[in-house]
């Protein structure tokens, strides 16, 4: 029994070394192999795409846009039916030279270089688009003539109305609006042919057209329709006329009417012109030309600023 109990007490003595042993070398193993539970991610907060600006309405970038067939706001002299964006400039010098193109001899004329050494008539001209389709503009001659005008756009000519329609009203005055002083009631009607050609109808009624005491003559009104087109001769290239028959009322002189050669580059617009008159208000119009025999040359220059 003493013989048994020194090789027992060994076994267990190794027993329990290797135990002890076996856990040191666990402990660390467990520790490199145990898995690490991430911290909880929180979800990120959802931000708001970011918005477009806003964009402008359609119809003023329409309005924008070039008509091909309408680069300007005018003909020679009579308005059209090109709307202003709103918000927007345009602005116009009218010049009409006062020699006349047939006095005298080839020689001649070119000695005063086609009139360009004559005096002339200027106007300046400044357009504002006051809302979608409507438009204000003063314009002022060097005989001092100021003339205010407003264009109300009622029917644009799209793929659903064959015509454009617009009213159209003015007041103006001589010698600074001091003297001679009338209005214009006026419906402007236009019509797109082909791709190539804009014909316009204009009924008006200028009242007090009539430089002179009333009872001078027998009419102090005049009714007038404006008629005129532009022809597209190549992409930036047009030919212009108009003529302002004087139907009834004060009408004396001849009915005006020009002729012209036009020329688009970008936002700038350049006319050379002959007309029979120098009017480019509608009561300097409605008084007619000097005669069928006497043409003036001159120019307009437009630019918009849009």
Same mark, same amino acid.
């Given at each position: 029994?003493?013989?048994?109990?020194?090789?027992? $007490?060994?076994?267990?003595?190794?027993?329990?070394?290797?135990? &002890?042993?076996?856990?040191?070398?666990?402990?660390?193993?467990?520790?490199?192999?145990?898995?690490?539970?991430?911290?909880?991610?929180?979800?990120?907060?959802?931000?708001?795409?970011?918005?477009?600006?806003?964009?402008?309405?359609?119809? @003023?970038?329409?309005?924008? $846009? &070039?008509?091909?067939?309408?680069?300007?706001?005018? #003909?020679?002299?009579?308005?059209?039916?090109?709307?202003?964006?709103?918000?927007?400039?345009?602005?116009?010098?009218? +010049?009409? !030279?006062?020699?006349? #193109?047939? $006095?005298?001899?080839?020689?001649? &004329?070119?000695?005063?270089?086609?009139?360009?050494?004559?005096?002339?008539?200027?106007?300046?001209?400044?357009?504002?688009?006051? &809302?979608?389709?409507?438009?204000?503009?003063?314009?002022?001659? @060097?005989?001092?003539?100021?003339?205010?005008?407003?264009?109300?756009?009622?029917?644009?000519?799209?793929? @659903?109305?064959? #015509?454009?329609?617009?009213?159209?009203?003015?007041?103006?005055?001589?010698?600074?609006?001091?003297?001679?002083?009338?209005?214009?009631?006026?419906? *402007?009607?236009?019509?797109?042919?082909?791709? +190539?050609? =804009?014909?316009?109808?204009?009924?008006?009624?200028?009242?007090?057209?009539?430089?002179?005491?009333?009872?001078?003559?027998?009419?102090?009104?005049?009714?007038?329709?404006?008629?005129?087109?532009?022809?597209?001769?190549?992409?930036?290239?047009?030919?212009?006329?108009?003529?302002?028959?004087?139907? @009834?009322?004060?009408?004396?002189?001849?009915?005006?009417?020009?002729? =012209?050669?036009? *020329?688009?580059?970008?936002? +700038?617009?350049?006319?050379?012109?002959?007309?029979?008159?120098f009017g480019t208000t509608m009561g300097q119009i409605a008084r007619g030309g000097l005669s069928n025999d006497q043409?003036?040359?001159? !120019?307009?220059?437009?630019?918009?600023?849009?």
């Open positions: 029994m003493h013989i048994l109990v020194g090789p027992i $007490r060994k076994i267990a003595f190794v027993t329990a070394a290797a135990g &002890l042993v076996g856990l040191f070398l666990a402990g660390p193993a467990a520790a490199q192999t145990d898995p690490v539970t991430p911290p909880q991610q929180q979800p990120a907060a959802e931000t708001p795409a970011p918005q477009p600006p806003p964009t402008p309405s359609s119809t @003023s970038t329409s309005d924008a $846009r &070039l008509d091909p067939l309408q680069p300007d706001f005018v #003909l020679a002299a009579l308005p059209v039916t090109l709307r202003m964006p709103a918000h927007k400039l345009a602005f116009r010098v009218t +010049h009409r !030279f006062t020699r006349n #193109l047939g $006095r005298g001899d080839l020689s001649d &004329l070119l000695q005063d270089f086609f009139g360009f050494d004559s005096g002339a008539q200027i106007g300046l001209e400044l357009r504002y688009g006051l &809302l979608p389709g409507t438009q204000i503009g003063i314009h002022r001659t @060097s005989d001092r003539t100021i003339e205010i005008f407003g264009q109300q756009s009622i029917m644009k000519e799209d793929d @659903s109305h064959p #015509l454009g329609i617009d009213g159209y009203l003015t007041f103006e005055g001589t010698n600074n609006t001091r003297a001679q002083k009338s209005g214009t009631f006026a419906v *402007l009607v236009s019509r797109k042919v082909a791709g +190539h050609v =804009a014909l316009y109808a204009e009924p008006m009624y200028i009242v007090n057209t009539n430089p002179f005491p009333s009872g001078a003559v027998s009419d102090n009104d005049t009714f007038m329709l404006g008629l005129g087109g532009r022809f597209r001769l190549r992409p930036t290239m047009y030919f212009v006329g108009e003529y302002s028959p004087r139907l @009834s009322g004060y009408k004396p002189g001849v009915d005006q009417m020009s002729f =012209a050669i036009e *020329l688009r580059s970008g936002g +700038h617009t350049f006319q050379i012109n002959v007309s029979n008159g043409w003036f040359l001159g !120019f307009n220059i437009s630019r918009k600023f849009f």
